[in-house]
Each structure stands twice: as C-alpha cells, then as structure tokens.
C-alpha cells in the first residue's frame, strides 16, 4: 500500500488530525496489521514526548519539583 506523505508547510497540522482520530478508535483495531502499526505508533509518541521535554516544548511529569 503505497504511503502518502505530508507537505512540510503542515505535517504537524494533518498529523495531529489523524492522531486524534487514533486515539477516538484506540481499543478498536480491526487487523493484526492495526494492531501492530498501533505498537508502532505508540513508540513513536514516546519518542516525539521525550524530544517535546529536551526541547522544553513540555514539562517532564517525571520531574520532581
């Protein structure tokens, strides 16, 4: 399946739209393939969370005050 790619001037845009509609339909994966792609993307998120707190873009909800 050929994949589509986002423009740079709104990748963050459209992919925060297709974030949400993930998270709408999170416990519904309808395939093994969902399934796992939704592994993947909780991996990603982790990854996209840490360099959200190194960048300080977020606070770390670990840090002790």
Known sequence: EPQMSNMSYCRFRNTASDLSDCLANFH???????????????????????????????EDPNAED
């Open 28 to 58: 519904e994966p309808s395939s093994q393939e969902e399934i796992d792609a939704r592994l993947r993307l909780v991996k990603t998120a982790q990854k996209i969370v840490e360099e959200g707190i190194d960048i300080g873009l977020i």
